[in-house]
C-alpha cells in the first residue's frame, strides 16, 4: 500500500539555521511526491512538489529531491526565516483519483 | 486563484447533536472533493471521496451513517457529523480537484475544528 513516514517533531531552530525534514514513503506505483505547508489558523497549502524521480521540487528558498532509489523526499532550507513557523506535511499521490496520502506532519518554530 | 472555503471554521457542540460542515470551491467547479480528518499529532487521513451527483466513495473503517457526505452541485460538498461524540472531536479539511490546466493537484480548505462536549 501507500505511505508516507516523516521525522517527528517538533523542530525549534534560530534564525539563519540549516533545515532538514526527513520524509520516506512507500507505493505501489509511481508517485508524484508534496510537500505541504499549514501556517496556524489556515489551510494546506503546495509548497512544492515533484512528478518523477530526480526531479526537484523548489519554491520560496525550500528544496526536496524526488529520490526513487531511496524512497525519500527529504525537505531542505539552506536558512530559515522566522516566518518559515508552521507545519509541514509529506505526502503522495499516485495520481489517479488525486487521493493523497499525508505524513504525520512536523512542526517547525524559527526563533529570532 | 483558486480557493475553497469552509463553513464552520470553529464548531463546539453536544454530544448527541449533528453538525454539518461545508466545503465550497470558489471560482471553479468541482466534480470530486474530498474529506479527511486530522487528530491531534497525527497525520491527515482520508475518510471518503465525494462525487458530485453520486454517492461518496467512503475509506474503510469510516461510518457511512455517521458521516453523511452530500455533493448536491458542483461547488458545494457537505459533511454532517451525525449524532457527535467526544471522540468525533477532529480537524476536518475537505479538498478539491482543480481545474483542468491548473498547476496544482488540490485545492485544500482551511479546515473545520469540531469540538464535541
Known amino acids: 500500500g501507500n505511505s508516507v513516514t516523516q521525522m517527528e517533531g517538533p523542530v525549534t531552530l534560530s534564525e539563519e539555521a540549516f533545515l532538514t525534514i526527513n520524509c520516506t514513503y512507500t507505493?505501489?506505483?509511481?508517485?508524484?511526491l508534496f510537500w505541504y505547508v499549514q501556517y496556524p489558523g489556515e489551510g494546506l497549502q503546495l509548497l512544492l512538489k515533484a512528478t518523477k524521480a530526480d526531479d526537484k521540487g523548489s519554491n520560496k528558498g525550500f528544496e526536496a529531491t524526488y529520490r526513487k532509489e531511496t524512497t525519500s523526499f527529504h525537505l531542505e532550507k539552506g536558512s530559515v526565516q522566522v516566518s518559515d513557523s508552521a507545519v509541514y506535511f509529506c505526502a503522495l499521490s499516485e495520481n489517479t483519483g488525486n487521493q493523497f496520502y499525508f505524513g504525520t506532519g512536523t512542526s517547525l518554530t524559527v526563533i529570532p | 486563484g483558486a480557493v475553497v472555503s469552509q463553513h464552520p471554521s470553529w464548531v463546539i457542540c453536544k454530544s448527541g447533536t449533528s453538525v454539518k460542515i461545508e466545503c465550497r470551491s470558489l471560482?471553479?467547479?468541482?466534480?470530486?472533493m474530498f474529506w479527511y480528518r486530522q487528530f491531534p499529532k497525527q497525520s491527515l487521513m482520508l475518510m471518503a471521496t465525494s462525487n458530485e451527483g453520486s454517492k461518496a466513495t467512503y475509506e474503510q473503517g469510516v461510518e457511512k451513517d455517521k458521516f453523511l457526505i452530500n455533493h448536491a452541485s458542483l461547488t458545494l460538498s457537505t459533511l454532517t457529523v451525525t449524532s457527535a461524540h467526544p471522540e468525533d472531536s477532529s480537524f476536518y479539511i475537505c479538498?478539491?480537484?482543480?481545474?483542468?490546466?491548473?498547476?496544482?493537484?488540490?485545492?485544500f480548505g482551511p479546515g473545520t475544528r469540531l469540538l464535541v462536549l
Open positions: 471560482d471553479f467547479q468541482a466534480t470530486t
Open positions: 507505493a505501489t506505483g509511481y508517485p508524484s
Open positions: 479538498s478539491a480537484d482543480p481545474p483542468a490546466g491548473a498547476q496544482e493537484t488540490q485545492y
